[in-house]
C-alpha cells in the first residue's frame, strides 16, 4: 500500500505526554475501570444498534469500560507504516503508538519493508523501549509451523498466538470439527509452550454449517467451535464489528449474549467500529472508532460486571485509506483519536 505523508504529530509536539499521564493515573483508572455497576436492562441490551452519543460522558458519568492499561492495536490497522518503500520501521511506530497512549500490540506480521530487515528480538527490543507489551499475533497456524511460530512468541512475551482467517474453509460441518480438533492438538504445544492460541472470526463463522449433503445445520461453526476447543488449549477473540455483520446477515443471535457466557473464553476482543449502511450487503461499513453505530459503552457496561482479564484490540481495516470528520488521511491520525474515544468510553 502506498505510503501517506500527512505528518502525525508526535509526543513532544504536545504539552504533556499522554503516556506518561496515564502511567501515573494508571493504578486509579483500573480501580475505577474494575468497579461494579449496574448494568443496563435485558430490553435495552438487545435494541437494533444506536449511534455513540456525540459527547461522550466525562469520568464522573460512570465507570472507565476499557481500563487505560488495556488499550492495544492490531497492527493491520497501520500496515501501512511497515509496507513499501516508505516504511517508517517498527521503531517509529512503537513510538508513535506509545505516545498516543497504546499500552498492548497484536502483531500482523513481522516485517517492515523497506525500512530493512529485523528479527524477533530486535523487534522485543523496540517494545520494551517504548513500554509497549505484545499481546499476540495473527498467522497462519497449521501443525507444521505452530513450533516456529510459539517461538517467536515467546521471544516477543506473547501471552497468546492466534489466526486472523477462518480455521477452516467452507461450510461443511464435519470440517470445522475436525479444524477445531487439529487446533486443540495444536493447543497442548502452545500451553507447553506458556502460550494460548485463539481464533479470530469474521462474519462467515455465523453462517450455518452444512451436512455431507449440503443441507444447512442448525448450528453455526461459532457453535461448533464453542464445543469442540478445549477451552484450557484454546481461546477466542471476537471481532465485534463482524459479529454485527453477521448478526445482520444470519440473523438470530445477539454477539453480546456469546461474550457473556464465558467471559474468561474471550481473553481479547476487536474494538472495531461500523457505521450502519443500508446499501451495503454487510449492513455496516468500517469506521475509525467513536464514529460508528456498533452500541460499544453499552456491550461493554453488560460485560463489565464478570468481564475477566480481557485486552481490547483497537482495529480498522482502511485506516490507511479513509478518515472521518474531514480530518487528513493518516492511519496514526485515526489511531491517535480512536484511543481518545476508547479511553472516554464510561458505563
Known sequence: MSHHTHGHPTVSAKPMSRRNLLQALAASSVAVGLGAFAAPTAASALAAPAALPA??????????????????????????????????????????????????????????????????????????????????????????????????????????????????????????????????????????????????????????TTNADGSPTTRRPYDVMWDEFDPDLVAFEMDIYWAYVGRHKYPGFEPVEWLKRDPRRFPLVHLKDGKLNGASANGYDIIEFGAGDIPYAQILSELQRNRGQRYGMYEQDNAGSTAAGGNPVNSLGNADRSYDKIAALRG
Do not use: C
Not at 498466538?161 to 470445522?176: C, E, F, H, M, V
Open 55 to 208: 459527547a461522550l460522558p466525562t469520568a464522573s458519568g460512570g465507570a472507565r469500560l476499557v481500563p487505560v492499561n488495556r488499550i492495544g492495536i492490531q497492527l493491520f490497522t497501520v500496515r501501512d507504516k511497515l509496507s513499501g518503500a516508505g516504511s517508517i520501521g517498527f521503531r517509529r511506530l512503537f513510538e508513535e503508538l506509545s505516545a498516543i497512549g497504546y499500552s498492548e500490540v497484536e502483531f500482523a506480521g513481522y516485517t517492515q519493508g523497506g525500512a530493512g530487515a529485523i528479527t524477533p528480538a530486535e523487534i522485543r527490543q523496540l517494545l520494551d523501549d517504548n513500554g509497549l507489551r505484545a499481546v499476540g499475533s495473527h498467522t497462519t497456524l497449521n501443525p507444521s509451523n505452530i513450533d516456529a511460530q510459539l517461538a517467536i512468541a515467546n521471544t516477543l512475551g506473547m501471552q497468546f498466538l492466534g489466526q486472523g482467517g477462518a480455521i477452516a474453509s467452507g461450510r461443511s460441518d464435519a470440517a470445522w470439527v475436525a479444524a477445531s480438533q487439529t487446533w486443540n492438538t495444536m493447543g497442548e504445544k502452545a500451553k507447553a509452550a506458556g502460550v494460548k492460541l485463539y481464533t479470530h472470526t469474521h462474519d462467515g463463522e455465523w453462517n450455518w
